[in-house]
């Protein structure tokens, strides 16, 4: 189904909760990537600021601010075919955004990792396992586009949630497979030093 919706060049939208992380901004700017690759017309809508040492990361340069520009904000997300709810699992959690988020008749197509998702997407990718919302972005990718060649914007912004999310590696949900996704990263380009 995401593969139909995908096939022709679309007006994207991509959310994610209010005061973002690093796995919020890394999956939102990474699957911008991928998607603006492949010709989608694609913007990057965060309810609220986030902090100052995210804002190196590929593609911020147009991230739209909801609180600083509601109008565009709310227009943007009124004209999207293609909305990508990203690394939360209920409408509340954009906030002031809400209303905007739930009057839309875009597609809505959720991918996170947190407890109990609601049912207000079309299409819902829910994996409480997972150590991050990025590492089920780059699976994503992967299962729909196994040909894609990994850029190294996606892959900084993946490795910025996935190192985030995991207390840089420490936490239970650092898995051989999380090791395996860093590899396929670090074979990209990334450049762990740097990105610490």
């Known amino acids: ?14 959310v994610t909760h209010h005061k973002p992380d690093g796995d919020a901004m890394g999956a939102s700017l990474a699957l911008n990537d991928y998607l603006k690759s492949n010709r989608h017309n694609v913007s990057v809508i965060v309810p609220s600021d986030y902090p100052d040492f995210l804002k190196w ?31 939360f699992n209920e409408p509340g959690r954009v906030e002031n955004m809400e209303p905007a988020l739930r009057k839309s008749g875009a597609f809505k197509i959720m991918i996170d990792h947190h407890l109990k998702p609601d049912s ?32 190294l914007a996606f892959s900084e912004n993946i490795y ?23 590899a396929d990263l670090l074979d990209a380009g990334v450049k762990p030093h740097h990105i610490h």
Not at 3 to 8: C, D
Not at 129 to 151: H, P
């Open 1 to 14: 189904r995401v593969k139909q919706q995908l096939a022709v060049s679309r007006k994207i939208v991509i």
């Open 57 to 87: 990361l590929p593609g911020d340069d147009g991230v739209v601010n909801f609180e600083k520009s509601v109008s565009k904000a709310e227009a943007l997300i009124a004209d999207a075919e293609i909305i990508f709810v990203l690394d």
């Open 120 to 151: 207000f997407c079309n299409l819902t990718f829910s994996y409480t396992e997972a150590s991050s919302t990025c590492e089920l972005v780059y699976r994503f990718v992967k299962a729909i586009d196994d040909g894609y060649k990994l850029t």
């Open 160 to 182: 910025v949630g996935i190192m985030t999310d995991t207390g840089s590696f420490r936490f239970s949900s650092t898995t051989g497979d999380v090791h395996r996704i860093i």
